[in-house]
């Protein structure tokens, strides 16, 4: 069987993906669909979002892959206790209201992460249209961790009583959550001190669901 996730790494759907993936035991591979060029990925899938996943013949976007990789391998469950609807309803916060709290404390440090100056214009280039100067982002950045960790306060709360979002095992929402808050070690900033149950609960989900390091 040959599974294919086309990637970009500081992107929070695709270490969702990934995750998914190693816990459910599938191998797969990946290939960098870079932020400034997508042709090889427009040529196989029509569009351009990552991550798009190949399954074989199949080609998954975005949106569907929990669901497809969770009918292929049912086991172990991304819903454990039947709670599907309160995974996706965590799994939508985390994607809409963590992550770009999480972006605002980052993005002055994510331009160092890409390697090809092409991709790392295009990258400032469009940040800075949607947010303004990326020096103005960074000098607020104690400003945007206070926010973040205000947000996260709930999550920080529930894994001080539980190991994963949704009780004793990993969900779709604990890797939705930990893909939002990867670009901050992504980019080398730590976890804020203020959530030290969250910083754990993030070692438990990397042990729970081991991604290759050529895939990280």
């Given amino acids: 069987m040959t599974v294919l996730l086309y990637d970009l790494p500081i992107s929070h759907y695709c270490v969702k993906a990934k995750r998914i993936l190693a816990y459910k035991g599938v191998e797969f591979q990946t290939e960098r669909a870079p932020y400034h060029d997508r042709q090889d990925l427009l040529a196989v899938s029509g569009q351009d979002y990552v991550p798009y996943l190949l399954w074989e013949d199949k080609g998954v976007a975005w949106y569907d892959i929990p669901d497809f990789v969770e009918s292929k391998k049912p086991d172990p469950t991304l819903y454990p206790g039947k709670q599907r609807n309160l995974a996706r309803i965590l799994d ?21 992460t890409f390697s090809d100056p092409r991709e790392q ?11 303004g100067p990326l020096e103005v982002m960074g000098l607020r950045k104690q400003e945007f961790l206070k926010g973040l960790v205000n947000v996260l306060k709930p999550a920080e709360d529930r894994l001080a009583e539980s190991p994963f979002l949704l009780g004793e095992k990993p969900s779709l929402a604990d ?6 808050t990867e670009p901050l070690p ?10 030290p149950h969250l910083k754990a609960w993030r070692d438990r989900v990397e042990k729970a669901a081991p991604v290759p390091k050529a895939h990280a």
Avoid at 93 to 109: L, P, Q
Avoid at 175 to 180: C, D, E, N, T, V
Avoid at 186 to 195: D, F, H, K, S, V
């Fill in 92 to 112: 939508s916060w985390a994607h809409d209201v963590v992550e770009e709290a999480v972006w605002k404390c980052v993005v002055f440090d994510a331009p160092k």
């Fill in 121 to 131: 214009w295009v990258f400032v280039e469009l940040q800075e249209r949607k947010r």
């Fill in 175 to 180: 890797f939705a959550l930990f893909g939002a």
């Fill in 186 to 195: 992504y980019t080398g900033n730590p976890i804020p001190r203020e959530l």
